[in-house]
């Protein structure tokens, strides 16, 4: 695997209307957290933003 592949691990969703990276709903120790848009600015502004595949 070279290094661009391993950039895309573990990483947070980018909300697709303002392209600011997702924050999780919630404080959690899980891998199945929830992420939702944080930006105040942005249409999507606390909906959940999908992690893709």
Do not use: K, Y
Not at 22 to 27: D, H, K, R, W
């Amino acid at each position: 695997m070279s290094g661009w592949d391993d950039a895309d691990v573990d990483r947070a969703p980018i909300c697709p209307h303002c392209g600011v990276t997702a924050l999780p709903a919630e404080q959690a120790n899980s891998m199945d957290t929830r992420f939702v848009c944080e930006n105040a600015d942005c249409e999507a502004f606390g909906e959940a933003v999908d992690q893709g595949s």
